[in-house]
Structures are given as C-alpha cells and as structure tokens.
C-alpha cells in the first residue's frame, strides 16, 4: 500500500472531514447547529452534507444527524486498521508535508498505527510520550504530526 493509496482510502475533502471531525466530536446534532458550527459557506455545507449522507458517512435519524462509519483495511494478513471519525483527519493529512515526510521515513503501516494511537489520543487514552515509545520514535515527532492533523489540515 503506497501514500496514494491511503489517500483514496478515505475519499473525502477536507471540508468533508470538518463536517464528519464535528459530528464525531458532538456524537449527534441538527442539521442547522452543525451548519452553525463551521466555516463552510450554506450552500457548500448542504451539498457536502448530501455527499456524506450518500457515502454512508452520517445518518440522519429522528431530526439529528450521527456519523455512521468505519473503513477496515488489512495489510497483507497482518493487524488490521480502522478509519473512524476520530482519526479521519489523519487520513486525510497524509498528503501534507509533515505525514508525507513521516511516511516516506518510517513507511505507510508505522502511519497506519499511528492514525490507530491517534484514535486513543483524542479519546484522551494515550498522551504523546506513549505513542512515540511505541511507534519508537522521538516525541516531536509525533506533536509535529498531531499539530498538522489538528491544526493544518483544515487550512486552505
């Protein structure tokens, strides 16, 4: 599996993954609190909404909508990964500067545990220092990558 491959894994846009990355943090809410909630023009945000809605990524059930999804991939035979809502961002960030860089250092499946550590670390489960000590590289190494997943990934 190249770095390609992880990013037709997960075959959204980054104002995609605004909206899931807010579903997923709020567990469920109306269409018209999450269209309150992002930066995304009306128009584009409904489309969008539509496309996930199509995907299979969020549901809508009794007024409120939910995220609605997991992606399992397996790597020849071996542990087998998730996409979920809570490291969809690291998906998506694997063609950024630093995840491209991690990648072509440390190989796409070290990514893959990371984005799966990732998952526990905004569940708030694993701090930083654990996810280097068990990836065995440096702990500015994982901040780095976590600051462009949360905070440069969104940036036009």
Same mark, same amino acid.
């Given at each position: 599996?190249?770095? *390609?491959?992880?990013?037709?894994?997960?075959? /959204?846009? $980054?104002?995609?993954? +605004? *909206?899931?990355?807010?579903?997923a943090?709020?567990?469920?809410?109306?269409?018209?609190?999450?269209?309150?909630?992002?930066?995304?023009?009306?128009s584009?945000?409904?489309? +969008?909404?539509?496309?996930?809605?199509?995907?299979?990524?969020?549901?809508?059930? $009794?007024? %409120?909508?939910?995220?609605?999804?997991?992606?399992?991939?397996?790597?020849?035979?071996?542990?087998?990964?998730?996409?979920?809502?809570?490291?969809?961002?690291?998906? /998506?960030?694997?063609?950024?500067?630093?995840?491209?860089?991690?990648?072509?250092?440390?190989?796409?499946e070290?990514?893959?545990?990371?984005?799966?550590?990732y998952? $526990?670390? /905004?569940?708030? %489960?694993?701090? /930083?220092?654990? *996810?280097? %000590?068990?990836?065995?590289?440096?702990?500015?190494?994982?901040?780095?990558? *976590?600051?462009?997943?949360?905070?440069g990934?969104?940036?036009?």
């Amino acid at each position: 599996m190249s770095q *390609i491959a992880i990013e037709q894994l997960v075959n /959204v846009s $980054k104002e995609e993954c +605004l *909206i899931i990355d807010s579903l997923a943090r709020t567990k469920e809410a109306t269409t018209q609190d999450l269209r309150n909630s992002l930066p995304i023009p009306k128009s584009t945000f409904y489309k +969008l909404l539509g496309l996930l809605m199509n995907k299979g990524f969020i549901t809508k059930e $009794k007024g %409120k909508l939910r995220t609605n999804f997991l992606i399992r991939i397996q790597l020849a035979g071996r542990e087998e990964f998730s996409i979920t809502p809570k490291n969809v961002k690291a998906f /998506v960030s694997a063609s950024e500067p630093i995840s491209k860089a991690f990648i072509t250092m440390y190989g796409v499946e070290k990514y893959l545990h990371f984005t799966a550590l990732y998952s $526990k670390y /905004v569940e708030g %489960k694993v701090p /930083v220092f654990l *996810i280097a %000590k068990k990836l065995k590289i440096s702990k500015s190494d994982v901040e780095r990558l *976590i600051n462009e997943i949360e905070f440069g990934t969104m940036k036009k």
